[in-house]
């Protein structure tokens, strides 16, 4: 506790005593009451911990992309020229159908349907990509 002092204080000190006193207790209740936002507290860790998992999601989206390309040049090296070229075949003819039925669709279709194309388009790629697999596949007798 403050010893008194042992000359008596005039009023203006007395003021100024009570005013800094006053000003310490209200900093000491703001930190009692930041101290007492549960809430607010939470609030601030989940922001942090929301930074933390996107700066590591980035980076393990980089890391997993990189194993991907590496993944992608070893297979390319290891497949043969013949199933190389069986694939870039078969891609220009789903190109191709694709670019045909685009062209009925547009001709053909009615207004009602057309209004929701995309669904169709990705069903008819979706259908023309399974075709041309069957097709491979029981031309070749095996599943590639």
Not at 71 to 96: F, S
Not at 100 to 116: G, L
Request: hydrophobic share 40%; net charge positive.
């Amino acid at each position: 506790m403050n010893q008194p002092d042992k000359h008596t204080a005039g009023p203006g000190e007395l003021r100024a005593k009570v005013e800094q006193t006053r000003q310490d207790l209200g900093e000491t209740v703001e930190a009692l009451a930041a101290k007492a936002d549960v809430k607010g507290r939470a609030q601030d860790k989940a922001v942090a911990i929301k930074g933390q998992t996107a700066t590591k999601a980035a980076e393990l989206g980089g890391q997993a992309m990189a194993k991907a390309t590496e993944a992608a040049h070893v297979l390319q090296d290891k497949v043969p020229d013949q199933v190389k070229e069986k694939a870039a075949a078969a891609t220009g003819q789903v190109k191709a159908a694709a670019g045909q039925a685009t062209e009925v669709w547009q001709d053909k279709a009615p207004e009602q349907v057309r209004s929701r194309r995309t669904a169709f388009l990705a069903g008819g790629a979706t259908l023309v990509v399974a075709y041309v697999l069957v097709r491979r596949r029981r031309k070749h007798g095996s599943a590639v």
